[in-house]
């Protein structure tokens, strides 16, 4: 399968029970007794003085075969009765150790995925990825062995199958299950599947990469956890937001570096969204998880994308960005689409207002007041355009670039709900308010 590793077993070879063999002597009683009846009957029974001396002989002839004495023992090999196949519990994803017995001293089809145990639990039939795998996972040189408990969702046919991941000991160590993915994890797991058993760490042993989903009303969340010994104990190494909503795709990239493609959200309230690709990665101590948007789909995307580069110090990209979105005139208008009213001349005038405040923070004042009289003259009708007009005012009045804000601010806050609802585009993008334009 692509993206699982080349050391996962998942063949059906049956693996022939082990069971302990023991001796069964037989009566010391029964050999002395025959013996003492010959002793009585045959004429070679005697002695010289030199000791007793028996001889004893079967059939006719002058051949004679040695009787074993009576201290000699046959050994009889018994085989023990297998333990049957563990009945179904009433929490079955708290039995993991009911089952440890059985593998160790059960006709236990370990290599073929217990089959047998599928059946008699009534397991969902087919997984995603493959069931089982036998792995060093802590560097003994001897196998653990892993197993997918899943069973139907019990509901539509589009809800995802609960499901754990269980960790058993190797054969030395009968098997002892030690740890499970819902235990890793923290959470009640569905949908979860083996994506990959390659070494991520660099250390020679094998990470078990596995993503589950956590569904909500409209959407799913898939998880990532990676199993790993790593530190000397099994762990979950990934990061908290190794997660993508809606997932169109898993990959294993060069380098171990895994990547989940998707983040569109299946709800109307999310308003409109862009897809996003997380990348999770060894990055020498742990894993880190980077986070990349899509290419814009709306014109907001292009403001988003301004404002995170204004949020992070980087004002000459930032305002270079305003000035691109303030100019775009291709991609859609969210507020159009949806039937309200067209939020293209707000958002640019928006661009235009926050690109002057990117002057203002490179020291560039008379570059700012230009680009303020801008907003004001093109886009006079729109409440970010009225804004620039108490910013210049202020300026004019020898009030310098913090309190110009805090007159727009002023101004603003007088059309508060209408301000607030303007900027509502939905909870997949960021909030705005009166206080976040020029700060």
């Not at 089952?99 to 073929?112: K, M, N, S």
């Not at 762990?235 to 493609?261: Q, Y």
Request: hydrophobic residues 40%.
């Amino acid at each position: 399968m692509p993206g699982t590793s080349a050391n996962v077993r998942n063949v059906r070879a049956p693996q022939p029970p082990r069971f302990a063999r023991r001796r069964i002597r037989r009566p010391a009683f029964l050999a002395g007794g025959i013996l003492a009846a010959l002793c009585v009957l045959l004429v070679a029974c005697g002695g010289d003085g030199d000791g007793i001396r028996i001889s004893a002989t079967t059939g006719t002839g002058s051949a004679a075969t040695a009787t074993p004495s009576a201290t000699d023992s046959v050994p009889i090999e018994v085989t023990p009765t297998p333990l049957p196949v563990p009945d179904l519990p009433e929490n079955p994803f708290a039995s993991g150790r009911q089952v440890e017995a059985y593998l160790a001293d059960g006709e236990a089809d370990i290599e073929g995925c217990l089959p047998e145990l599928v059946d008699e639990w009534d397991m969902a039939p087919e997984v995603d990825g493959v069931r089982c795998a036998l792995l060093d996972l802590d560097g003994d040189r001897l196998d653990e062995f892993v197993f997918l408990v899943s069973f139907a969702s019990g509901a539509d046919d589009a809800s995802p199958y609960p499901a754990d991941l269980w960790f058993f000991e190797d054969e030395e160590a009968g098997y002892r299950f030690f740890n499970s993915a819902r235990a890793l994890a923290n959470a009640s797991t569905s949908a979860l599947r083996i994506r990959n058993t390659d070494d991520l760490t660099s250390d020679g042993l094998p990470e078990v990469v596995m993503t589950w989903d956590e569904c909500g009303a409209s959407t799913c969340i898939t998880h990532v956890t990676i199993a790993s010994h790593h530190n000397g104990t099994l762990e979950n190494l990934a990061p908290t937001d190794a997660s993508i909503e809606s997932i169109e795709e898993f990959a294993m990239d060069e380098g171990g570096v895994i990547r989940l493609e998707g983040g569109l959200v299946g709800s109307v309230g999310a308003g409109p969204q862009r897809p996003s690709t997380t990348y999770v990665r060894w990055a020498g101590a742990r894993f880190r998880t980077e986070v990349i948007e899509g290419a814009p789909t709306y014109l907001v995307h292009l403001i988003n994308d301004a404002d995170r580069l204004f949020n992070a110090g980087s004002f000459a990209e930032a305002q270079a960005a305003y000035l691109e979105a303030a100019t775009n005139t291709t991609l859609p208008d969210w507020k159009a689409e949806i039937g309200e009213a067209p939020g293209r001349p707000e958002l640019h005038a928006y661009a235009v207002f926050r690109a002057a405040i990117s002057e203002f923070k490179q020291s560039d004042l008379l570059g700012a007041g230009r680009l303020l009289e801008r907003a004001a003259t093109q886009y006079p009708e729109t409440m970010h355009g009225s804004a620039a007009v108490e910013y210049l005012i202020a300026l004019d009045g020898g009030a310098p670039p913090e309190e110009a804000c805090t007159a727009a601010e002023r101004f603003l806050d007088a059309f508060r709900t209408q301000y607030v609802e303007f900027w509502n585009y939905g909870y997949e993008n960021p909030e705005r308010t009166v206080f976040t334009l020029c700060r």
